[in-house]
């Protein structure tokens, strides 16, 4: 799945300096986990913080950014077309998404219990026009509780809002060795999840 934002150095940048590929990437990470608001604050900081500098950009700034100024129409667009990623990635997510009577069905309940699971922390949904939407992925007839095995230690450990959260579960992460957290929570790796989601939103 495509992220909302993405960042590399030049080519000339990484082969002077290996390490901050991973660094960029884990960054790009941090800001995919907010939400999308919030990420356009913090794109909108620092372009302003770096447009307003007395000095110039440092090197690197400079190697990957440009050394030339984004102009007023150009920065809108810019935020314009992040929102835009950020709402057409919202789609994305919410594809394949069950209502709340279906989990009911699924999982031979009341109506109401996913309401209340989702309460307590051990179910994953994304309020959408007015109904909860439940991802169909967390759902596991040989999991505890029917759904995947550790999920509702790391949907607790996660500190971000419900899309941020399952962007977060469902796309590859550089510290997993390029895993997404479900697929290593599917084959065991609970420790290292939760220790990952813990992190994540922590200034």
């Known amino acids: 799945m495509a992220a909302v934002v993405q960042m590399s150095a030049t080519p000339e940048l990484e082969a002077r300096e290996p390490a901050l590929a991973v660094t960029l990437r884990r960054f790009a990470d941090r800001l995919n986990a907010l939400q999308p608001d919030r990420i356009e604050a913090v794109l909108e900081a620092a ?3 770096l447009s307003e500098a007395a000095e110039p950009a440092p090197p690197a700034v400079a190697a990957l950014m440009g ?3 984004v102009t007023a129409e150009e920065r809108v667009a810019a935020e314009i077309d992040v929102l835009m990623r950020a709402f057409a990635r919202r789609r994305e997510l919410l594809a394949g998404t069950l ?4 989990v009911a069905r699924l999982l031979g309940t009341s109506r109401q219990t ?3 699971r989702l309460r307590a922390g051990t179910l994953l949904a994304v309020l959408d026009d007015g109904a909860w939407r439940f ?5 596991d007839p040989d999991g505890d509780n029917g759904v995947v095995a550790g999920l509702p230690d790391v949907i607790r450990a996660l500190d971000v809002s419900s899309i941020a959260r399952i962007s977060w579960l469902t796309r590859a992460n550089a510290q ?3 895993e997404t957290p479900l697929a290593c929570l599917k084959a065991g790796d609970l420790e290292r999840v939760v ?3 813990r992190a994540v939103g922590v200034d």
């Open 47 to 49: 372009a302003q913080a």
């Open 67 to 69: 050394t030339r100024r």
């Open 195 to 197: 220790a990952l989601a």
């Open 135 to 139: 991802p169909a992925w967390q759902f």
């Open 114 to 116: 996913p309401h209340d």
């Open 99 to 102: 209502t709340a009577s279906q």
């Open 176 to 178: 997993l060795d390029g």
